[in-house]
Each structure stands twice: as structure tokens, then as C-alpha cells.
């Protein structure tokens, strides 16, 4: 069975853990970043901002800080792409993706509104528009809706990575590298699957099914 590492605890990130054990992958989840040698692949779930110092910026509306994680995730990308190694990222995990390769974010949309999480509606739902030819579009079709809990989004893209979606008011919704095994979306597919099925949303399973196939 395959190892996925993410720096992260079972107890904070169960579900995570769920999807990648229900799609054949064996998760690690480890807040010693030596857990991930030996690895054939690392997921970057969701959580706070990253600090806007490590793309260049100061704060405009950031918030949730997670410094450790931004410390460790950001060199544990660059790590495994090195070791040509497959990596998925989720929500925040897009976001490290694109700073640790170069890229920039918007630190608080201006759909905001559209898109983040709260506590009377918890996740937001709405459409995505997969990039024509993108493992997207193979997975779910031209247009597809998902949940939604982010504030932030991408802005300058990295130069090794490619948008593979969007969101109707152009906010960008997936990333990835196709050569470098580099996948990521900006909502969270498990919380779209197995006991947390949505009859509003597609079904976030593939996603993990996909990332399994390329390990």
C-alpha cells in the first residue's frame, strides 16, 4: 500500500485520513517532518494563512496564522518535487503550493462572501469551470459544483504550475504540473465523500482515486 505523509495529526485531520485509507492509500500523519522519507506521496490539507512574508508581502487581511505548518510544509514541498513525488494539496494546500514555487495570493477576496466558511452557513457551495483538457474536466466534466471554505486565493501563479480551474467570478479553484505529478484544489473533496456526502456537490472521492493512481 502506498504512504501518503501530511504534517499534520490524526486527531485534527481524521478526515483526510478517511478519504486517502478508503482510496487504498496509507496516510502518515506526523508532526516530525523525518516521518515523510520512505513516503510516495504528500498531501497539504486545509487550515490557517500562510504568512504573507513568505511571498513577499505584508499583511493585507490575513488571519489564522500557522507558522509552524508554513515552516515545514513550504520545504517539504520543494523536497518531494525534488524526489519526483506526487503531491495534492487542499484548500490552504493550493496556496502552499503556489508560495513555496513562487507565486503570490490575494489575501482576502473580494467575493469573499462567495467562497469562506461561516459559522451560520459553514462551507459554501458553488460552480467550478475545469480548464478544457484538465484532469478536471476528465474527472467531473466542463462545469461541476463543490463545497467552499477559503478567504484567500491564488494570484500570480507560480511559473512551474498551470490553472486547471476557476470559479464563474474568475477566482482560481485548482492548480497543477501534470510532469511533475502536482495536483491541488481549492475546496475540499473530503469533506464530499464517504459519511459526508453532499447532494449539492459532486462527489470529492475521484479526486482521491485520481491522486492514488499517479503514486
Known sequence: MKKVYAYATLEKQANYAEALSACGMEPVFSLDVKDAAGCDGLLLCGGGDIEPKWYGQEDRGSKNFEPLRDEMEIPLVRDFIEAGLPILGICRGLQVLNVALGGTLVQ???TAATHAWEESTGDKQHLVEAAPGSFLEALYGERFPTNSAHHQGADQIAPLLQIAAK???GVVEA??????KIYAVQWHPERMMLARSREDTVDGTPIFQFFA???
Open 108 to 110: 482576502d477576496l473580494p
Open 213 to 215: 493512481g499517479i503514486l
Open 167 to 169: 470559479a464563474p467570478d
Open 175 to 180: 492548480l497543477c504540473c501534470p510532469e511533475k
